[in-house]
Every structure is written in C-alpha cells, then in structure tokens.
C-alpha cells in the first residue's frame, strides 16, 4: 500500500544485551527484509540506510512509543557505532531499550531527543486504535484478530542470546510483524486508516496515529486556536477547575416529575455536593438506587441505569415495543444550552457549534467520511472535560450534561408510564418501553412536547422481541425481521456479540450464537454447536497478569494463550509462586482444554471438542430467560 507517495513498510525490532534485530514487510509484495547486529553479523549500516530512504512509511504496533526512538537513536549516532565493537554497540541498545520500557511517570526527558526525531515518517497502529488507557499488547490482539499463531518469545529478553538461539528469536520477530500486517490490513478493509486520510486532507493535520478522541481534540484545539487568536501552548495552559459540584446549581429548572418517587429521588439529589475528581478504588461517588413499578433505577454520577434481571419481552397483539433514545445526547446538550468549556467563551462554544452542523449537512448529503469523523469528534469531548490534564478540562460543564441526560431520561419513564407503558430498561441516552398500539399517537405527541422542553430530539425505533440477560447484555429483534429476514436487524449487546472485538479479550462466541439461533430461527442448541466447523468459534482465552505463571500438562508454557474445551485436554492453571504454599487457580473448571495457540488446518469433527461444555453454557442462559419469563406468572 501507498501512503504519502510512500511505500508502507510494517517493521519490528527486538533488543537484547548481545544481539540487535529488525523485520520489516513491504505491503506492496509482502517481501521480507531482515537486518541483524550481533556476534554472527553488523547489519547497522544497511539498516540505517533503508530507515533514511524517504521513498518508504514506517509502520508499527507501539512504534512511536518504543521501536522508532531506537531506531532514531540508532540513526543519530551511526558515526559513533561504526567506531565501535558488535558488543558496544548492542549493549547501548539494550540500556536504551531498558529506560524506554522503565519509564517512570510517563517522564520522558532521557529519551526526548529521540522520540521526537524527524529522520523517517511512520504511523503506529496502537495509538491508532486505542487511548493511553485502553492500549493492550500485540499478542492480546493476535488472540481477539484469529490470528492464526499466537507467540510468546520462550527465552529472556533481558538475558544474553546465545548464539545457536538467534534464528528461533528471528522466527517470533517475523511473526510479530506478519500480524501486526494482519492488524493492517482489516484497519485499511475497515476504513480507519482511510478516514485518517481524510482528515488529514480535509483539516490539515497528520491523524494516521490518532485514536478518535486523540484527533477530534486536536481539530477542535486548531480551530479554536485559530478563532482566539492564540497559539496550542496558551490554549493548553487553560482549565476551568472546580474540585466540588452542588448538583443542585447543575440541575434544569424546568425538571420535575408526576411519580413521587421520581421527584423524591431529584429532590435527594439536589442536596448532594459531589468531588469532581476520580476516586480511589474502592471509594464510590454519589449513587442513588430505587425501584418504580417494578423496574429498579440507578442514578448519580456514574450515569443512569436500570437493574436489569434476565427476561424475554415480547409484545402482544395490540402491543408494540418500543425505544426512544437522545439523539446525540451530549453534543446536543453542549450545542442547545452552551455547556462548552467555559473558559473557551462564545468563540469556542462557536467552534463546536460549527462543527455540529456541518456533521449533520455532511450525513444528510451522505458524506460519510466527513460524517463518521465530524461525529467522533463531537463525542471526543465530554470525556476531555473531565480530564484534568486537558485544555478542555471543566467538570461543572460536563456534570450539568451527565446529570440533566440522565434526568431528562427519568422525564421520558415519567412521561411513558403515564401512558401505562411497561419499561423494559433504561440505560445511558435511551429507554425500552412497551405500550398499548392505540396510545401510540398520544405518547408520540408527548414526546414531541418533551423535545420542546428540553430542546432535544427523541429518535424512535421497534422491535418485535427483546432477550435481555442484562441492561449491557441483550439481543433484540429489529422490526421489519420477520418478513426481510435480514440478520443485521438482530441487534446485539455485551454477552450476544457474535464477532471477537479487537482488545477485548476472547469469549467462545458459538454460545451466544446458539443462544440467538434458539430463540430467532427455532435451531435446537445442539445443532448450531455440534454442527459448527468454524474452530475459531469455540475459542477463548484470559488475561494473565505478569505476575503468574501458565502451568498446562504438568510444564510452564506461555503465559498469553488460546484454547477450546475439550475431551482430552488437561486443565490450565494459573500459577503465583509469591504465595505459600504455591497458589494455583483453574481456568476453566468445568473442563479440560486444548491449546490451540497455533490455528491448524484440522476439521471440528476431528478434534475432541467437550460439546457437552458449550451446550451446557448456551442452555444455561436460555434457561435464566425462559424461567424468569415463567416465573413472572409461577414459580419455575
């Protein structure tokens, strides 16, 4: 692929006292280029060569944050390490590498020259993907992408390498880069590294290495710049800090409630004064709970939500089910009522008020890059008005948004059971509610005094069934199924996703399809699964921390592992030797497992998969929704 006139080359390095080595892929042809430093061979003159040539884009995962100032060091004192010895050489390498990684508080004062070098453009997949808060490791990825091997490094990368040891280490450096190509890959299929194109040449700026937030923070921060006349580092000099919030100075005026114990619950918290700042773990900020008509509410300020118990909804005959959600609840607010940084002024709520309307001319005209880049954007900045860090920083703005969203979402409860609605849940910016067919119009027309009120808008949609295990954790039934038959319309939440999600670990995803199947197409659990010649559905695996060892058939393997349930598997431990004795914690306990860190051509029907487990796990759901169901008229 071609990037800025230039050839894309993903790249990996690996460092250790004795021995230097980097892979890089063309992506053009997917030719492997190799350069080694150690006892064997000195490649560092070539290497440096190919990283200067400015026909090629480097590309990484974490680059920009560990590979790239290596290489950049490597660079900057070239003349120096022609003049010096293989080992020299390696070892300085290795002392970088080392503070690179043992940075403390993010201080970055030893390696500043180098990070910040300009010797060969480059793009990082990882903060591409993810904020500094969300980012896990290549291997993590290599797990939730299917990514065919999944390899640790077996040797001590803070050891000497021995010599008859270096081609093994080459063999795990060309893996790394081959699926951190494979990572590229679906983000080019995907659109990410295409809408990053887009705003570079749309706005001005390089986004390839930004994560959403990251870019939609720096557009805002350049055209506020330019509309204060000032440059970044007055702008990032600017907060509106205020460490405690009377939730009654935040609160709308106009907000009320019918219900009692609505108004009780406002009433309650107009006498909080809650700290702005994050807690300390195991400290909760303020939290009301309470139960109307049946239905358990949770609000304060981690948000609004319902409590929700497994159950199956299905509207009858003259029923409908229905859900009405804020229509881009935040920038909505921000945009209706001003609640923008207030140290920005009117010329920054102008800004952001600008860019709003351009994102809704730009999906009315179906501008879809512009769309989906405007909208990020617009979303980019509530979370930053709760950072202290940020230019943006101002939490009694962004409590008056969290607080009154969630409020207003009470009205709309409010308003719905005065129409003798039952409501399934309500969670974040929306509420699922069923109601009578013939009250259809009168709610609707409540709705749009509701909007008038609060100056938002409501979007409505349908749905002919609604299987909630959770408030997170739910598939529903889009109207217009039954007659399309179209599988997009089966939407799906939490525990029913049926794809892996890059970073977030990997579930066994034949379970939740089974689940579905079950209910939507009347396919008996055990067909889907014993019928499933997809090993990649059964898969999973669990974060181990560094800290503990992997123990599987009697040895330590690799702590960063995938596997299936099986017949004539061993059971996979979990080992911390700190403890005494030794603590070991099953990671499955209802079965053996095999490991299959390495996908293989071999059929389902040849492996020996425990279908038993999984049949077990997917019934096992099905009866919490079809007992709770049940046990709404008698006790099952």
Known sequence: MVIHNKTVMIYDIEVFPNTFHCVLLNTDNEELYKFEISERKNQIRELVQFFTNPKYLLCGYNNKHYDDVVINYIIDYIDIMLCKSIYDVTLSLFNLSQTIINLEDGNISKIKRWKYANYFESMDLLTMMFSSKLRVGLKSMQITMQYQNVQEYSGDFGSFLPKDKIDEMISYNINDVKSTYSLFNYLVKNGDIDLRLFIEQEYGFNALSMDSVKFGETLIAKKVCEELHINKRQLEQMRSPMDNIPLKDVILPFIRYKNPKFQEALEDMKKQVVSSKNKKPGEKNYENKFVVSGVRYSIGVGGIHSLNEPRIYVPKEDEYLGHLDVASMYPSFIVRYGWFPRHLGKAGLAVYTQIYHERIQAK???QKQKNLALKLTLNSVTGKMQQETSWMYDPFSVFKIRINGQLILLMLADLLLQHSCEIVQVNTDGVMFIAKKAYKDAIMESVAK????TKLSFEADSYEAFYQFAVNDYFGVVDG??????????EKKGMFITEPVLGKGLAPTIIPEAVINYFVYNIPVEDTIRNCDDIRKFLMS???????????????????NRWYASTNGCYLYTVDESKTPVKYSNLLKKSGVTILNYIDDISTKNRKINYPYYISEARKIIDQLVCRQLDLFQSC
């Open 542 to 560: 669990q974060r181990v921390d560094k800290k503990f060892k992997v123990e599987y058939d009697d040895k330590y393997i690799q702590r960063i």
């Open 481 to 490: 199924f039954s007659q399309s038959r179209n599988p997009k319309l089966i």
């Open 364 to 366: 009315h005209s179906g």
């Open 450 to 453: 509701l909007e008038q009120l």
